[in-house]
């Protein structure tokens, strides 16, 4: 399970190889596929996935106001450091075919177990859960013209438990 919950690129699924147009709300761009996974099949984004970038860490209390609510930002300001941490990265124009600049932020907490007394019989004592929260948005282009782009990075939000034998 190397890859369970990894953010792969811009789109988490296969696109067929070659150029699209794509057009939503008045805006348009071209995006250019490239083969990956065989040469008519381009599978998670491209060549190159996220899994294989460097994320730039950044402080809870950073969490971009675009990408999450004011009450959002209020909880994780009060998140401790060693409970959660925050992941950015800029995707550029252009980057595996695709269109636009894209910025990402993944959220990462551990959420306390509730009702955590084992019974004389447990064989485990829950520890928790992971939440993983993934976050995007697309930076307009120079001329400050909408720019649209495939985004399909993966869950919302994504809860595993922890659990501890006892």
Not at 24 to 33: I, P, V
Not at 83 to 100: E, H, M, N, R, Y
Not at 133 to 151: D, E, L, M, N, Q
Request: proline share 7%.
């Amino acid at each position: 399970m190397q890859y369970q919950n990894v953010i792969i690129g811009r789109y988490s699924n296969r696109v067929p190889t070659g150029d699209f147009e794509l057009s939503k709300d008045g805006a348009s761009a071209t995006l250019k596929s490239l083969p990956n996974e065989a040469p008519e099949v381009s599978l998670h984004g491209g060549p190159s996935g996220f899994d294989q970038e460097e994320w730039e860490s950044v402080p809870l209390r950073d969490a971009d106001p675009t990408l999450f609510s004011t009450a959002e930002r209020a909880t994780l300001a009060g998140l401790g450091e060693n409970t959660a941490a925050l992941f950015k990265l800029t995707s550029k124009d252009g980057d595996q075919g695709f269109p636009g600049t894209l910025e990402v932020q993944v959220l990462f907490a551990v959420v306390e177990a509730t009702g955590n007394t084992p019974g004389p019989d447990a064989k485990e004592l829950a520890l928790g859960s992971l939440a993983i929260v993934y976050r995007a948005k697309v930076i307009p282009g120079a001329s400050g013209k909408k720019i649209v782009t495939p985004v399909n990075l993966t869950q919302v939000c994504s809860f595993h438990s922890v659990a501890c034998h006892v």
